[in-house]
């Protein structure tokens, strides 16, 4: 069964412009990641925030947790046509442990040159 | 070697029969994880192993899917008597991380399954 939900479940912007995907959540975390999935491909991750972290960084991407609403936003800023993807948020937990991730059901994102 | 490797990475069967796929994980990598992924869904999670030892197979679907990892390294999927609904990318997951510590997995390309 999927944990995550991602939303939108399709986004379309202009290059340059900013995207953001969010990601809800039904149980307790104890961390949650983003991945990237080209098409055809296999997934690449791209960050991994904690469960007591409210917000981290790395390059062009900004990622948000906020675990009293069990939700979770990533914002690519300045996007490129080589960010057309779709893009899934995975969690793991409840129990300390459960190493096994769990999928969203994963936001496309499609850059327009 | 350098990425988690799987093969085949596209397999035709006859609705009945058997398959095998391989996935070779990066080497030293501890954990290993199978994932199954329908078309425009993201990846379901079927299987884990730390070394040799299965630790949850709670997501295998029926008793037709076996996975093994005899020697802590080399895994395979074995699919027996395949169904339609069987049709899926399986994706193959390797991670340094050892029980209890959560880390980033790294996927093979997948190995797609049609089942006809």
């Known amino acids: 069964s999927q944990q995550g939900e991602e939303d939108p479940q399709a986004l379309s912007i202009q290059e340059g412009e900013n995207a953001t995907m969010n990601c809800s959540y039904k149980?307790?975390?104890?961390?949650l990641q983003w991945y990237r999935q080209n098409s055809g491909r296999g997934l690449v991750h791209l960050i991994l925030i904690r469960s007591n972290e409210r917000e981290k960084h790395s390059g062009r991407l900004r990622v948000t947790l906020d675990t009293s609403k069990k939700s979770s936003s990533l914002l690519i800023t300045a996007s490129r046509a080589a960010d057309t993807a779709s893009y899934f948020c995975?969690?793991?937990?409840?129990?300390?442990?459960?190493?096994?991730?769990?999928f969203g059901t994963g936001t496309r994102l499609t850059i327009i040159p | 070697g350098a990425g988690v490797s799987q093969s085949p990475r596209y397999k035709v069967a006859k609705r009945g029969q058997d398959v095998a796929l391989r996935c070779d994980p990066i080497?030293?990598?501890?954990?290993l994880f199978w994932y199954q992924q329908a078309l425009g869904q993201g990846p379901e999670f079927l299987t884990y192993?730390?070394?040799?030892?299965?630790?949850?197979k709670s997501g295998l679907p029926s008793d037709r899917f076996f996975a093994e990892r005899p020697e802590g390294s080399v895994s395979t999927l074995k699919i027996q008597r395949t169904q339609q609904e069987d049709s899926a990318v399986y994706l193959c997951?390797?991670?340094?991380?050892?029980?209890?510590?959560?880390?980033?997995?790294?996927f093979g390309e997948g190995s797609r399954l049609t089942v006809l």
């Open positions: 149980t307790s975390i104890n961390n």
């Open positions: 995975a969690t793991d937990g409840p129990s300390f442990g459960n190493e096994k991730l769990t």
């Open positions: 192993f730390q070394n040799e030892a299965q630790l949850d």
């Open positions: 080497s030293g990598h501890v954990s």
């Open positions: 997951a390797s991670s340094l991380m050892r029980r209890g510590v959560t880390g980033e997995l790294f």
